[in-house]
């Protein structure tokens, strides 16, 4: 019997537990759970549990498969086992629910989130499963028996484990007392929906089931709403996307709410979210565990040894973060260019965080430069820094600009970027500053594996910072097939020679890699297909720093500082290079594209600060026996101010709604557009900031000067603005000829 059931072995899904087997005989269908062999955690797999909890549900009419008989004799297969009716329909192993409309990709899921709320509405002593579970205190219990569960079966030390399990117990919630019937690994894989209605017929897997809090039962279905990019989902699944008809993470709470006649602010949210992943880390320590001693038969069990140390590492970040759960109340009404539901929520969320914890660090960090302005710490950042990046990290703050991790749009982003653009190192706090937002665009786009693991994955944690080298100050840059600084081959190296300056960002002491763009020439292709991109480690022989250069005499500490830098005879391996010779234009208008809607909208929102300051002058000062407000000059160029803004931040959110809907090679007008008028714009409204402010605002005691030197400069930085409107000319000509040619 034994031998005859290892080839029924039907698939295993995360927990990789039980093993569950198909049984037919004739017509009837039939589905047995045993123990796994082996060694076992003590109060793991308690098959005669799972049999109980069943019975007790089927007979209300609850959807579970029938029990029919447990066995409590091993000597029959084994171990204990019961069997269970089969029940035929469709379970869905990747949580997005492919191959369906999202009309019913929603009804599934709100049929999963009713299901869960009527489990947690059933009364436990009308079930007679009062022992079943001891209910209060479970949450400390869950804590407790998780960390038991790992230390048992650990094979490495995880500190980020440790952590958690200490935070965890510290911050219990104070009503961990409420008695509901949990199932314990309530997810979509777990249920059976009709083969034809997006109606649930049974839930399966109640090994795990107890009685305690119901938010942990919620918090563990939403984990994967929370699942980090830079790990794989389990099953293969695909990540969660907008809009294809899968609910909200608020817009579930508020469905599992209403059912069960409970408020949808859920306090403690962020524990049991961080308890979840705990959790979660320890089930795939456990199956890996099994894996080692040999008695787990799935093929992939070794891959969840990878999966622990990032879990339990989202945890923690979870665990720090503030969560409002209750359905948020947006008016889209009149707006062109529309936010997904999760850029709304974080921008929302970057609103919140640069008000209560960047503006006011604001003073601090200007100080700091002020006082190391002719000290060796003048290009570093002060401590504030470090410990407002830990916290934007731990809010899930971070990376926000690379879709493929963020999940968001350009449009999204567009919005966030100019709310950090009112504080000049509020994008630095959130991972999302220049250079180093190229940068990890292009390793992300084009990079080898290799690269990415050697670079992109530190400069996605914020541990290094980077620089572009590509501006040359022998030749005229604006025209890049000037570029001079040589990349040649030599066996299994590139040597690179050449002088670059502008290189932003290589005073931070955190500037560890440089993108340098030079000439592999090759006269059988065209002029754009001469240079190419290389990976250059700063620390690498040859690679001389010569000094920063003042932008109208501002070193920009903050960012690094920009410099002129020396590649001598720099020798790099022939891996280093990005893509192939000859693709250095390629991989630069790819670059560029988004790269220029983060500089243009965080531009629109220093802008707004701009006005900001000079209405809060205007009607502060009084000149002439009356404020200056009330001046007929200083009102029209506020006026003409608020309409200028206005104006550039719908042309630049059409350039990302643009990149969104066609890409940024279709895009490239747009893209050019905006180059040219948000830096003219912004220095006109800056330049009328100053007149207002008067000598003030041409002293250190105003940003302005800064303001406007920064600014200024972006009319040169990525190509000056006559290459960009040569560049729209020349795409305007091109499209009326189209249209003429259509129309004649």
């Not at 665009?441 to 594996?449: A, R």
Request: net charge positive; proline share 5%.
């Amino acid at each position: 019997m034994a031998q005859w059931l290892s080839t029924q072995l039907l698939t295993e899904r995360l927990g990789q537990s039980n093993p569950t087997f198909y049984l037919q005989k004739g017509i009837q269908a039939y589905v047995l759970r045993k123990k796994p062999p082996g060694s076992l955690l003590p109060k793991a797999h308690k098959i005669y549990r799972e049999f109980q909890v069943q019975k007790a549900l089927f007979l209300i009419g609850f959807p579970v498969p029938k029990p029919l008989l447990y066995c409590s004799d091993a000597s029959i297969i084994g171990t204990e086992f019961y069997v269970m009716e089969h029940v035929q329909g469709r379970i869905f192993r990747d949580f997005t629910v492919p191959g369906v409309s999202p009309a019913e990709r929603s009804a599934i899921y709100v049929a999963m989130i009713e299901t869960l709320a009527r489990l947690h509405s059933l009364n436990v002593q009308s079930l007679q499963l009062e022992g079943y579970g001891r209910g209060t205190g479970c949450c400390k219990r869950q804590v407790s028996t998780w960390t038991k569960q790992y230390q048992a079966t650990a094979h490495q030390d995880i500190p980020a484990i440790s952590h958690l399990s200490d935070w965890l117990m510290k911050n219990l919630p104070d009503n961990d007392n409420e008695q509901c019937l949990l199932h314990g690994d309530f997810k979509l894989d777990n249920i059976v929906f009709h083969p034809k209605e997006s109606r649930i017929i049974a839930v399966l897997d109640w090994e795990l089931s107890t009685i305690g809090h119901p938010l942990s039962d919620l918090a563990y279905l939403c984990v994967f709403y929370f699942w980090p990019r830079t790990v794989p989902m389990i099953n293969h699944c695909s990540y969660f996307q907008e809009n294809i008809g899968i609910p909200s993470v608020e817009e579930l709470i508020s469905i599992y709410c209403r059912h069960r006649g409970i408020n949808s602010v859920l306090p403690n949210w962020n524990f049991f979210l961080a308890l979840s992943y705990f959790k979660m880390a320890g089930i795939a320590q456990g199956v890996y565990s099994r894996y080692l001693l040999g008695n787990n038969s799935s093929e992939n069990s070794f891959l969840f040894a990878n999966l622990v140390k990032p879990l339990a590492e989202t945890g923690l970040q979870l665990s720090k973060r503030t969560f409002n759960t209750a359905l948020p109340q947006t008016d889209t009404a009149g707006h062109l260019f529309v936010q997904t539901r999760t850029g709304r929520e974080v921008l929302t969320r970057v609103k919140d965080f640069m008000k209560q914890h960047i503006l006011p660090a604001e003073k601090e960090v200007i100080a700091f430069y002020v006082q190391n302005g002719n000290s060796v710490d003048k290009w570093r950042k002060p401590l504030v820094i470090d410990k407002l990046k830990e916290m934007a990290k731990a809010e899930g703050l971070w990376n926000l600009f690379l879709p493929a991790v963020s999940g968001l749009s350009q449009v999204d982003y567009a919005f966030i970027a100019e709310e950090t653009g009112k504080c000049f190192f509020a994008p630095d706090i959130f991972n999302c500053q220049a250079p180093d937002t190229g940068n990890m665009e292009v390793l992300h786009l084009y990079g080898s594996e290799e690269q990415k693991k050697q670079w992109l994955e530190p400069l996605l944690q914020g541990s290094i910072t980077s620089c572009f080298c590509m501006t040359e100050p022998g030749v005229a840059s604006s025209d890049a097939t000037n570029i001079e600084c040589s990349i040649q081959r030599d066996g299994n190296s590139y040597v690179i020679n050449g002088k670059k300056w502008w290189s932003s960002g290589v005073g931070s002491p955190t500037c560890k890699i440089a993108i340098v763009m030079g000439r592999t020439e090759n006269s059988s292709e065209s002029r754009h297909k001469q240079h190419s991109m290389i990976l250059v480690p700063i620390n690498t022989p040859g690679v001389e720093v010569i000094r920063p250069l003042s932008v109208f005499g501002y070193m920009d500490n903050f960012h690094g500082g920009h410099f002129e830098v020396h590649f001598n005879q720099v020798r790099v391996p022939v891996t280093n290079l990005i893509l192939g010779e000859g693709r250095g234009f390629e991989i630069a208008q790819g670059r560029l594209g988004p790269g220029r809607i983060h500089h243009c909208m965080r531009t629109v929102g220093l802008a707004e600060r701009v006005l900001q300051i000079m209405c809060e002058r205007a009607t502060q000062r009084v000149t002439f026996k009356k404020k200056l407000s009330a001046h007929e000059v200083v009102a029209h160029w506020i006026a003409k101010s608020r309409i200028a803004i206005d104006q550039i931040r719908l042309l630049t959110l059409k350039a990302a709604n643009s990149i969104d809907t066609v890409g940024s090679a279709r895009a490239m007008k747009e893209i050019a557009m905006i180059k040219v008028a948000v830096p003219r714009v912004v220095c006109k409204i800056i330049d009328r900031a100053i007149q207002v402010c008067g000598g003030a605002g041409v002293s250190q005691d105003y940003p302005l000067a800064n303001m406007y030197a920064l600014t200024r400069s972006l009319r040169l930085a990525d190509g000056p603005d006559e290459v960009h409107l040569s560049a729209v000319a020349g795409m305007e000509l091109h499209d009326q000829a189209k249209a003429l040619t259509a129309k004649l």
